[in-house]
């Protein structure tokens, strides 16, 4: 089985990019991650890969003009590094269409709400603010519009009486921890893929609850 070179971005505290080095430490995962870019030098992320012997690095959005520059150092230190496939794991940075095309397909992003309900900033504020019963999770490949593109894999979690952000926010994050290195293994096998911009899966692909989902129509 090839591994496919894959590479995690982050802003901050890195909790997803921990999941997925984790995942991915296993023999038979489908992805290698072979480095972890933050656009803030102060990203705790980073520290915390190299304690997993990942390489990390910072590239500092502030150093640069505007977005393009920053973008086109972003893209090159991905195909140094041999990139294949790109994991957004808490990157805060939009991402704008020349950089997300270039990755088509090879991007994925994960996103704390049940999409597309709520893309954005302050998911479980506005979740609560709501009222609505269940909130959650969803990864998807990444398209230029913020937190919209093909669906891999959601979790949804209920939302209890009592909640507030902070314990809304650390239920979802427990299922954003398990959904995300099933979605990036589903994508990095090529079991889940996109066909006409929805993501179709191989006949017998198995998710974590038990759901079979066979081959879809084109
Ligand atoms: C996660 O909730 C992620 O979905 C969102 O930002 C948070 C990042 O947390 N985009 P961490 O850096 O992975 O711990």
């Not at 893209?75 to 041999?82: I, N, T, W």
């Not at 020349?98 to 397909?105: G, K, L, N, Q, S």
């Not at 009486?161 to 954003?176: F, I, K, N, Q, T």
């Not at 293994?185 to 609850?209: P, Q, T, W, Y």
Request: aromatic share 6%; charged share 20%.
């Amino acid at each position: 089985m090839t591994r496919r070179r894959t590479a995690i971005l982050i802003s901050g505290r890195g909790s997803n990019m921990e999941s997925l080095l984790k995942a991915a430490a296993a023999p038979g995962f489908p992805a290698e991650i072979v480095g972890v870019v933050s656009n803030r030098p102060e990203a705790a992320g980073i520290e915390r890969a190299r304690s997993l012997g990942i390489h990390a690095e910072a590239i500092d959005h502030r150093a640069f003009g505007g977005r393009a520059g920053f973008e086109a150092a972003l893209d090159a230190r991905l195909r140094d590094l041999g990139v294949e496939l790109v994991c957004l794991a808490g990157f805060m940075r939009l991402l704008t269409a020349p950089f997300v095309e270039a990755w088509r397909d090879r991007a994925i992003n994960i996103h704390p709400s049940l999409l597309p309900a709520f893309p954005g900033l302050d998911t479980h504020a506005r979740a609560l603010a709501e009222g609505v019963r269940f909130a959650g999770c969803t990864v998807h490949v990444l398209r230029p519009a913020m937190d919209s593109g093909p669906i891999i894999a959601q979790a949804a979690v209920p939302i209890l009486p009592g909640d507030d952000e902070a314990s809304l926010s650390a239920r979802v994050l427990a299922a954003e921890h398990r959904l995300y290195p099933m979605a990036l293994s589903l994508f990095a096998s090529g079991a889940a893929r996109v066909v006409g911009e929805r993501v179709v899966f191989d006949a017998g692909v198995r998710f974590a609850d038990g759901a079979t989902f066979g081959p879809q129509p084109a």
